[in-house]
């Protein structure tokens, strides 16, 4: 079957509406995960015995990682077909569709669906990485990613605070609003934001194939060049959903803190990521290139978690405090520099499926990370899943220290 030749019109840069839109849709991503945190036990517990309503919700958090980990590829490879922005719509429509079944549930079984639907509509960070990959030269794509990466850690410290002011108007009422929030944006995003995807280049027909979300994966894993950074960032993916699915655990059992107390250090980490990644990101760079400073964030990340692990051990409050900051400073710097490491190893005509890739492979970790972690606190030892975390943290940082610079990608990254 032959390729079917495109518009030769190139499409104009991105200009400061459609940064906005692409920084909202990031925000609110996160900010509608904040939302629902916490009122998301007492939802449950309208459908559930009160001792089921922690595996519950486990299973909620699931529900929206395995859909996320089948649409992601898929996604990012009809948003290389069909254009950025049909793709950020449709994310967004199906984030508002999926919080008002939520919001709306009778049942336990439509909070399940409300999560599915949201999940299989997660495209957003996939595709607003490879939006701004379209228009952003390699060498600042580092310090762009940072900037979704502040408008993602504004959205973590915003989303609990909003959701819970909100909820005194009914545990539902954070719903709706995270629902408004993404119907929204997604207006905005129909008057304002100007495809990237650059035209001109042949396309090949889509295929069945190609809406295979395994197939897609594995087509993905196959790119010489792409694979590396995939297995560092399932690595440093276990590590990090092991230590958000836990924290509230450790600071309960090891310090007796109160849920308010949780937030208080969730909060930090949103702090953190925002002066990271909007502030300081981009200086780190200009001084140590981003591969240092990619290695640098995991050092940050490995240290933070061996502070957790000793957290089990003496009980300080101030230790925990400075882990989860040390922690979330890497995790921001790193995040960015792995967004961009990928964008640098995808041709022009892959970087969605690339990122999104990367988004499916961290949704899969972030599915089966937290059970295995808690089998391990629960039968192991507390410290153990820590000591884990920062063994997996330093073996990314060993793989991506040894990675061979970009080379050219329209076909050398495949094997």
């Known amino acids: 079957m032959t390729a079917l030749p495109v518009a030769t019109a190139p499409p104009p840069p991105p200009d400061r509406a459609a940064l906005a839109f692409l920084l909202a849709t990031s925000l609110l991503g996160t900010m509608g995960i904040g939302l629902l945190a916490p009122v998301l036990p007492f939802l449950v517990a309208q459908f559930a015995a009160p001792a089921r309503v922690a595996a519950l919700v486990g299973v909620l958090t699931a529900s929206y990682a395995a859909a996320a980990f089948i649409a992601s590829p898929v996604l990012g490879t009809l948003s290389d077909r069909l254009g950025r922005k049909p793709i950020l719509i449709v994310s967004l429509l199906g984030s508002a569709v ?90 905005f995003g129909m008057g304002f934001m100007r495809e990237t995807r650059a035209r001109g280049r042949v396309i090949a027909p889509l295929t069945l194939a190609q809406l295979d979300p395994i197939a897609q994966l594995r087509s993905v894993m196959a790119m010489r060049e792409v694979r590396p950074l995939l297995w560092v960032s399932m690595l440093f993916t276990i590590a990090f959903a092991i230590m958000g699915a836990l924290l509230a655990v450790l600071a309960k059992d090891s310090l007796d803190w109160t849920a308010t107390g949780v937030s208080t250090v969730f909060i930090v980490v949103g702090i953190c990521d925002v002066a990271v990644q909007a502030v300081f990101l981009g200086r780190i760079l200009r001084r140590v290139g981003e591969r240092r400073a990619a290695l640098i964030g995991l050092g940050l990340c490995a240290l933070g978690l061996v502070g957790m692990a000793g957290v089990t051990a003496v009980a300080s409050s101030t230790l925990l405090i400075l882990a989860t900051a040390g922690l979330a400073i890497g995790e921001g710097i790193f995040i960015a520099c792995l967004g961009s490491a990928l964008s640098e190893r995808a041709s022009a005509e892959d970087q969605g499926r690339v990122q999104g890739g990367g988004q499916s492979v961290q949704a899969a970790m972030q599915a089966c990370a937290p059970i295995a972690g808690g089998l391990l606190y629960a039968r192991v030892g507390p410290a153990v899943p820590y000591v884990l975390g920062a063994a997996l943290v330093i073996l990314a940082a060993r793989l991506f220290a040894n990675l061979p610079p970009p080379s050219t990608v329209s076909g050398s990254n495949r094997t």
């Open 98 to 187: 999926g919080y008002l079944v939520f919001g709306c549930a009778s049942a336990f079984w439509m909070l399940v669906v409300g999560r599915l639907v949201d999940g299989f509509t997660a495209g957003n960070f996939t595709t607003v990485f490879a939006s701004l990959s379209d228009r952003t030269p390699p060498d600042a794509r580092g310090r762009v990613f940072g900037y979704v990466g502040a408008a993602a850690g504004a959205g973590i410290i915003a989303g609990p605070a909003i959701g819970g002011a909100l909820a005194r108007f009914g545990v539902s009422a954070p719903v709706y609003v995270a629902a408004g929030f993404a119907g929204a944006n997604a207006v």
